[in-house]
């Protein structure tokens, strides 16, 4: 591979840099907002509701994640010359480290694969995020006026927000380490608050409603059924990715064999283990008849009032309408001003994800510019700021399309573009757990647990989850195989385009894509 350590790249970023970084993509904050209402309408494949599983779900994917994370650890700490290239550069390592010659052939299609599948997830991923914020100035814009913004406004504000937030990471890691932890504390400081008062809600007044949707604590983290569990767990992986993207930091890692490792785990385990689970069951413990939502009219019913966790998975934002519930109950009726201040926090926690994405994103393209498994034009440092101004502008102007046709098909494009990133996602983190098994096999500190079981069970699980995901939507109702469809149709184009770059590169330069490297 091309010099990892990047030339013109300064080492700025300690343990607290690049942690936040990461934490900065998992974001519980915006995902609380986001999912809560997708999980609380989650059903099995018979129609029963699964929403009672929702926590046990978040403990099953937490697991799956942190097979993963370790995995992901391990490499980083036997690799910090990985500089911008994360997986992209250990997928390759793994094969050239090899005693035995006849697995370096290996080594540019393992790298080949992983680059396209870590790019379908963090070129997608942002696209999903600029659509979610202009919903959510939609939401907020309905809120205060009662009006409704159409969906050529909406595509303006993403692609607004989609640029603005480019000019962020083009100023640099240091500005966007700065803005990740400004995100990072509203958004916990929001979260603690909205989660002390849920709690308090039904400790303080356990007679104000009559109809709660758990009988208690313990039936909130209980496991209800198996199916349950694996349906939510399905659903709750999507809330936990970005523990990963801090390995893209190596080049700016001031000590990366011993901070990028740390960071991986450290991320998950704050964001993860801590405020998803601490929010979900404060969000699980105070539902009851109080939460009210209106179903949409079909054209052979009308609409109804439903109550609790119906209400839940019925509402397009049922954290606000808690919150509402709980500034009107506990705080002198200051429910909409709740309500708003919490989407604000939200929106920053979605700027922030946003950010630590095009980050990470960009310097794996970089890495494979610079490799020549990308367009050249890509490979190009600002020299100013030191950041891969080429790929970033072309990730935000794709960024921007992605968002459009997530607006424009509604709920359905929005789901679908969001499989598309998360089909990525779990061939990525598949791929890493294999190639963290190859590069451990011969080396003198392998351990049986950490370097064989554990990423041996990461890649079934992420397999699992994979197969799992595609089974849901396809045998689902027309809306799901729609997303599906819409799925299959970028993470196709995007396997299709990059096979023919690949072909024609590979021709072009005379190098092979199975076959023993010239350096070797």
């Known amino acids: 591979m091309a010099d990892s350590n990047t030339s013109g790249v300064k080492p700025t970023l300690g343990l607290t840099g690049v942690t936040v970084n990461a934490m900065a993509l998992i974001a519980p904050g915006a995902f609380l907002w986001i999912t809560f209402q997708l999980q609380a309408a989650a059903t099995a494949p018979n129609g029963a509701s699964v929403a009672s599983d929702m926590w046990a779900g978040i403990v099953a994917a937490l697991v799956l994640a942190f097979l993963t994370a370790i995995s992901y650890a391990e490499l980083a700490k036997i690799y910090p010359e990985a ?10 390592k793994a ?57 050529p406004v909406l595509c303006v504000i993403a692609i607004i927000f989609a640029f603005a937030t480019g000019y962020v990471a083009f100023r640099g890691v240091t500005g966007s380490t700065a ?57 709750a992986i999507l809330i936990l990715v970005g523990f990963e993207s801090c390995t893209a930091f190596a080049a700016e890692a001031k000590d990366p064999k011993r901070h990028i490792p740390k960071a991986v785990i450290l991320s998950l385990v704050i964001q993860g283990l801590v405020c998803y689970l601490f929010e979900y069951f404060a969000a699980g413990f105070m539902i009851n008849e109080n939460l009210t939502a209106m179903t949409t009219a079909a054209p052979d019913a009308p609409a109804k009032m439903v109550m609790a966790m119906e209400a839940a998975g019925t509402s397009s934002a049922p954290i606000g309408d808690m919150a509402v519930l709980l500034g009107n109950s506990l705080l002198g009726g200051i429910g909409f001003g709740l309500m708003i201040t919490i989407a604000i926090s939200v929106g920053w926690a979605v700027f922030g994800t946003t950010l630590s994405c095009l980050n990470t994103a960009v310097r794996i393209t970089y890495a494979m510019a610079q490799d020549e498994e990308m367009p050249e034009i890509l490979n190009a440092l600002h020299g100013r700021h030191t950041t891969p101004h080429n790929a970033l502008w072309a990730l935000v102007i794709f960024s921007c399309i992605i968002a459009i046709v997530g607006l ?34 011969q080396r003198p500190e392998r351990g049986f647990v950490k370097h064989a079981v554990i990423p041996v069970l990461g890649f079934i699980a992420n397999i699992i989850m994979l197969g799992g995901i595609i089974y849901l939507y396809i045998t689902g109702n027309a809306d799901s195989r729609t997303e599906a469809y819409i799925c299959f149709a970028i993470a196709g184009g995007w396997a299709v385009i990059s096979a023919i770059y690949v072909l024609i590169s590979s021709s072009r330069k005379g190098k092979v894509v199975i076959g023993v490297p010239h350096r070797a």
């Open 408 to 441: 424009n098909w509604g709920v359905v494009g929005l789901t679908g573009i969001t499989l598309a990133s998360n089909f990525g996602t779990f061939v990525l983190y598949g791929l890493t757990c294999m190639w963290a098994i190859i590069a451990f096999a």
């Open 83 to 92: 500089g911008f290239g994360s997986c992209y550069y250990f997928a390759e």
């Open 95 to 151: 094969f050239l480290d090899r005693e035995e010659k006849t697995h370096h052939k290996w080594a540019r299609l393992a790298k080949i694969v992983t680059g396209w599948a870590a790019h379908l997830f963090y070129w997608v991923y942002p696209g999903v995020m600029v659509a979610f914020m202009a919903t959510l100035i939609g939401y907020i814009y309905t809120a205060f006026t009662g009006a409704t913004l159409s969906t």
């Open 179 to 235: 803005a990740a932890v400004v995100v990072n504390v509203v958004q916990i400081v929001s979260l603690v608050g909205f989660s002390v008062l849920a709690i308090a809600y039904r400790l303080s007044n356990p007679q104000s409603a009559s109809q709660w949707a758990f009988s208690g604590g313990w039936d909130v983290v209980m496991p209800h059924s198996f199916q349950g569990v694996l349906v939510q767990s399905t659903i």
